[in-house]
């Protein structure tokens, strides 16, 4: 498993699969930024770094393209945990988003519109996965909340990266589990 502190992302376009699928009330404000707060570390070290970030996430179980189910809703809120200017792709893997990533400056921030507004990204496909995999040169899986899913933003993607990293969340969630299973300390709950 390679973590983020193996690689030095000045000057490359970072993109991050995330776990924004967070908890929205009636008028669509975000009412546990648990999951946003999360993924922070690893953004932050990419930025810290001199990289560019691009965010992909799922929210929700939409059938198609739903505006209830639009990340669009949630940008406020990540804007304000990350302390930092989110700039939103109305899509994420139309021409507008692929330009407004190929463009993204060291120390932006770009989220892209819901994943699962494609049925490809649940199918696994690897056509869709690929066509992801150009909005970076770095992949960094840090949603641990789906890694256990073959879909194409997490399972499949990987294989369109020469370098490719697990976040600060998975290493995190990895070691915690790790020890559990392997260690004689007692209580275990």
Do not use: W
């Amino acid at each position: 498993m390679r973590t983020i502190d193996q690689c030095n992302f000045k000057d490359k376009r970072v993109l991050i699969r995330v776990d924004f699928n967070v908890p929205l009330d009636a008028n669509f404000k975000v009412t546990d930024p648990t999951r946003i707060l999360s993924a922070k570390p690893t953004i932050e070290k990419v930025l810290a770094e001199g990289g560019a970030v691009i965010l992909m996430s799922h929210l929700g179980r939409p059938k198609g393209k739903q505006d209830a189910f639009s990340l669009r809703h949630i940008l406020s809120a990540v804007t304000h945990v990350l302390n930092h200017e989110v700039k939103f792709a109305e899509d994420c893997i139309g021409d507008e988003a692929f330009e407004q990533s190929a463009h993204l400056k060291p120390g932006a921030i770009l989220l892209l519109e819901n994943l699962r507004f494609y049925e490809e990204e649940k199918a696994g496909d690897p056509d869709f996965a690929r066509k992801l995999a150009n909005h970076g040169e770095v992949y960094v899986n840090d949603a641990f909340g789906t890694a256990h899913r073959a879909h194409a933003s997490t399972a499949i993607i990987a294989q369109f990266f020469k370098e490719k990293y697990v976040g600060y969340l998975i290493e995190r969630e990895v070691k915690s589990l790790d020890k559990v299973l392997h260690s004689n300390d007692h209580p275990i709950t």
